[in-house]
């Protein structure tokens, strides 16, 4: 009997403290930003079979939590999961409140500013791919001397070179020729015609604060030209306190950069100021006797001044300079040696300056009047053996817009005009022809954003441009932004664009508009074109927000009616005319982004399809690899290191001369060491030393008198680049 109490005692006590470590977990759920309650977050304690959702109210009430340490979880879709240590048993009974950030919130409040709505670009209905902060600064750090990089290792644009000798290049969107992209800066089209082959040589990405790309007709906004889409490069604005950057950076093919930039506001009034050396002597690592880098030497000055003169008015006036020679060909006469006669060599000598005003009159918080206008001057004497072609070409634009915005309609109306005057400066023996000309253009357009709801946005727009020379261009565009949940968001857009027919183009360059017959008004027509583009987005976060996905895919498809081509004829000479037949370029863009801590890896690829037909005949358009994949694992200790590792995959190509070209992959490697105040970098590019010259040839002919061959892969491989970066004040662009 005395045994059974000890049982029932022993037994009696273990139940008590067993029925006193039963807890009680209280928890209440919000969204972070509007504090709305959530219903069905999911609440789990880890290493346990304990687990609640909450109600409407966003309340969990979970009981009988033995004592202990745990670890419990808090996932919703479309919200940030987090988690949270709790340790029973309390002294009080605790409600615990919980505030989830929805992944959308995430996204970084970044300010488009080519569609000129002023949202946002998770609330944006056109597709914008946004170049920023560490991204420009890591492409910086690789070309500080022109924005080739920043732009070419991009999915769906290729940088296309023009010139074997002098390196000369355009930019191509979705297969395009580099004529159907505009490049902008800051909203001006200052780079076209005949500056268009040198313009991504001679800006550099130092003084950007952001480079923005809409791929597919945007031409409602910004006129003719922008057929395969468009670049808009954003400058930096001053902002408090001062900044400074100075970029040192050399190579191991004989370059060397020196880049600084200044910025300072004060109370009325700021300013920026950019100015750059850069320069590079000839180098032919293929030992052919061409320059596969030309030697050049470049000079640029980009001061900018700012006036606040009252909370209602911005003004800013920028003026823009440029010098540069640049020389490329036989490498023996370029160094010094005695030249010949006969010794190859392509001279280019560029002289621009261009000249930006704009004004916004804030009429009130939600109205707003922008006038703006530039001028621009180039001056370019290209020379060859025995030959020598010179012009000079002056662009003028002007804008005054209007916009308005509501609580659920923005509108947007303006006119605008421009004019391009190309002077051929050398019209005699051996030309037979003047290649000058003339273009003026009045355009009016009209951008409407209506809301329907939180999910659905519409944009819609309508542009008429009279060209003086060719008549009307009507050009309708629509673009719908469905936000179908946290995860998902899709954007569809279509639009028509049109480009004024003139004789510069990457097939002209390529002649050196040798034996060019001039543009014929009278039997030439407006290249037209109509384009669609749709893409699906998900981005999602896991394992309490320490991995981050972001997948994209995009559809496109766009057709060129009418093109204007360049043809031969057995008298010796090239003329320009629109062909009955099309292009139309269509294929799928995806990015993956992973996000694991301090890595990040970007995934792309590309399949592009692009075909010519002309009469009934059909035919492949040359120099555009079907596939294309870019490769790139990041690793950012944030202020202390920067290490990043790439790989580019290019497909086939077909070339002009009926060949095919070699598949080839690039690869580099780069690391950055921070300080407070200033950093070092390495740059390995291209380390596999793939060249074109390694396993194909890109002249026929002597060396004397080459005939070049499409250039489809490098020539300079392999190349070293390392510098330093100095910042007393901090490194504004790259902090988060």
């Not at 009209?446 to 060719?470: C, H, P």
């Amino acid at each position: 009997m005395k045994k059974l109490r000890v049982f029932y005692t022993i037994l009696f006590t273990f139940i008590s403290i067993f029925i006193n470590a039963q807890n009680i977990l209280n928890a209440k759920i919000t969204d972070s930003h509007t504090g709305e309650p959530l219903l069905g977050v999911v609440l789990h304690i880890k290493n346990t079979n304990i687990s609640g959702i909450s109600n409407a109210e966003g309340i969990i009430t979970i009981s009988n939590i033995p004592n202990g340490n745990y670890i419990v979880s808090y996932k919703i879709i479309g919200y940030m999961p987090i988690m949270d240590s709790v340790i029973f048993p309390q002294k009080d009974i605790e409600i615990f409140l919980i505030k989830l950030i929805s992944i959308e919130e995430e996204i970084n409040e970044i300010v488009v500013s080519s569609t000129r709505s002023g949202r946002t670009i998770k609330d944006e209905p056109s597709r914008v791919e946004f170049i920023a902060g560490e991204e420009l600064e890591e492409k910086a750090n690789m070309k500080p001397g022109d924005i080739r990089m920043l732009l070419a290792e991009s999915t769906g644009i290729q940088t296309q070179q023009t010139s074997a000798t002098s390196a000369n290049s355009s930019i191509r969107i979705q297969g395009l020729d580099g004529r159907f992209t505009q490049i902008l800066i800051d909203g001006f089209p200052l780079y076209s015609g005949f500056s268009g082959n040198l313009g991504l040589l001679q800006t550099p990405p130092l003084d950007l604060k952001q480079a923005e790309v809409i791929k597919g007709s945007v031409s409602t906004l910004y006129g003719g030209g922008a057929i395969a889409g468009m670049v808009n490069l954003i400058s930096k604005t001053p902002e408090d306190g001062d900044e400074i950057k100075l970029l040192i950076n050399g190579t191991s093919a004989m370059g060397f950069d020196i880049n600084g930039f200044y910025s300072k506001k004060f109370k009325k009034i700021g300013t920026t100021i950019y100015a750059a050396r850069n320069s590079n002597k000839a180098y032919d690592p293929s030992n052919i006797g061409l320059t596969a880098i030309p030697e050049f030497e470049r000079y640029t000055l980009n001061p900018r001044i700012y006036f606040y003169p009252n909370k209602n008015f911005k003004i800013n006036i920028g003026v823009s300079a440029v010098s540069e020679k640049r020389k490329g060909g036989n490498i023996y006469l370029i160094n010094g040696g005695i030249g010949l006669p006969e010794y190859y060599f392509e001279m280019n000598e560029t002289k621009r300056i261009s000249s930006t005003f704009e004004i916004d009159y804030i009429i009130n918080k939600n109205e707003v009047f922008n006038f703006k206008g530039s001028h621009s001057y180039y001056n370019r004497n290209l020379s060859e053996m025995f030959y020598q072609f010179k012009g000079k070409q002056k662009n003028i634009f002007s804008e005054m817009s209007y916009s308005k915005r509501g609580n659920k309609t923005d509108w947007l109306a303006g006119i605008n005009f421009i004019n391009e005057e190309f002077k051929h400066l050398n019209p005699t023996l051996p030309f037979l022809y003047n290649l000058s000309y003339i273009q003026n253009t009045i355009g009016v357009f009209a951008q409407n954003n209506f809301r329907i709801n939180k999910k659905i946005t519409i944009e819609s727009g309508l542009r008429n441009d009279y060209v003086l020379e060719y008549g009307n261009a009507i050009l309708p565009r629509v673009s719908v932004l469905y936000k179908i949940n946290p995860l998902f968001t899709s954007r569809i857009g279509s639009g028509f664009g049109y480009k004024i027919p003139n004789i510069f183009n990457e097939a002209t360059e390529r002649i050196l508009y040798r034996n060019l017959k001039p543009v014929n008004i009278d039997k030439s027509k407006l290249e037209t074109s109509y384009g669609i583009n749709g893409d699906i987005n998900y981005r999602n976060y896991f394992e309490n927000s320490k991995i981050s996905v972001n997948a994209n895919i995009l559809l496109f498809y766009t057709k060129i009616n009418t093109p204007f081509i360049l043809k031969y004829v057995e008298d010796g000479f090239y003329y320009l005319k629109n062909i009955d037949g099309y292009i139309d370029t269509r294929g799928i863009e995806t990015n993956i982004t992973v996000s694991l801590g301090d890595f990040k890896l970007f995934l792309g690829h590309t399949y592009t399809y692009v075909k010519l037909k002309e009469d009934s005949n059909f035919q492949t358009v040359f120099l555009t690899p079907k596939h294309r994949m870019n490769n790139v694992l990041m690793y950012e200790l944030e202020g202390k290191w920067k290490i990043g590792l790439e790989a580019y995959y290019f497909s086939k190509q077909k070339l002009s001369d009926g060949k095919t070209g070699k598949s080839y992959w690039i690869c580099g490697f780069m690391a950055e060491k921070l300080w407070e105040k200033f950093s070092v970098y390495i740059n390995f590019e291209n380390f596999l030393d793939v060249r074109q010259t390694r396993f194909d040839t890109i002249y026929t002919g002597s060396i004397n008198n080459p005939t070049f061959r499409d250039i489809y892969a490098p020539l300079d491989g392999f190349v070293i680049n390392g510098g330093v970066k100095y910042f007393p004040f901090g490194d504004k662009c790259c902090k988060k």
